[in-house]
């Protein structure tokens, strides 16, 4: 059974602009959500992270979104650029941090 | 540069063979973690340590068998392995036990077992 689930498999945008990668959980206990990005022949690299007491979190070109009654969280990333094309994970845990669960991952291409 | 570090970066070894992964970080995070990915899957959790002490184990079958030595330092021991345990073994630091802090992972152990 998926606790963190992102239904698109892949995602193509244009360069410049916005990219939107969804996910969503099952488990009303994770408190803590986090995005990475994950090259090939590489570990994934930390982006940016969110807690159920924030409903956005923002750094640089990305932002994240939680909806927490609807079990949802998105990452934005504005603009797009073709060095973001990567696999994105998004991952969850309760607030102690330490079961991360990841999801199946998006794999966006952004186009020049 | 990744500043969790993992050797060897590939490895292939056969079913009777006994192998270590090691990871290293110097960020003076007190919790590691052991992580396998299958190809065109998400990392998987398999051991996780707090202040040296294994504090996590998913079930993992006795044939992989971590080992964390100091608080820089975290072991894989590989024995009696079979080919479905090919995969990236991915190690991960975060910041305090007990804490929500990010994983930070290591770029990866490419196993092959033949």
């Known amino acids: 059974d998926q606790q963190v689930k992102q239904n698109s498999p892949s995602l193509s945008v244009q360069e410049g602009r916005i990219s939107i990668l969804n996910c969503d959980y099952t488990?009303?206990?994770?408190?803590?959500f986090l995005w990475y990005k994950k090259y090939p022949a590489e570990g994934p690299t930390f982006l940016i992270s969110i807690s159920s007491i924030k409903d956005k979190n923002e750094d640089g070109r990305f932002t994240v979104f939680l909806n927490k009654s609807a079990k949802h969280l998105s990452l934005h990333i504005v603009p797009s650029q073709p060095g973001d094309s990567a696999v994105y994970f998004c991952a969850a845990s309760d607030n102690y941090g330490q079961n991360f669960v990841f999801g199946p991952g998006t794999r966006l291409s952004v186009l020049p | 540069d990744t500043e969790v570090t993992q050797t060897p970066k590939h490895l292939v070894m056969g079913m009777t063979n006994k192998k270590s992964l090691k990871c290293e970080q110097h960020?003076?995070?007190?919790?590691m973690y052991w992580y396998k990915q299958k190809a065109k899957k998400p990392p998987e959790l398999m051991f996780v340590y707090s202040y040296e002490k294994l504090s996590i184990n998913e079930s993992v079958p006795s044939r992989f068998s971590p080992e964390c030595p100091n608080s820089s330092l975290l072991n894989l021991h590989l024995h009696a392995l079979q080919p479905e345990d090919s995969a990236l073994y991915l190690c991960a630091s975060s910041q305090v036990p007990g804490m929500a802090s990010p994983l930070h992972f290591g770029n990866g152990t490419r196993l092959t077992v033949t």
């Open positions: 488990n009303s206990m994770f408190d803590y």
């Open positions: 960020m003076g995070h007190r919790a």
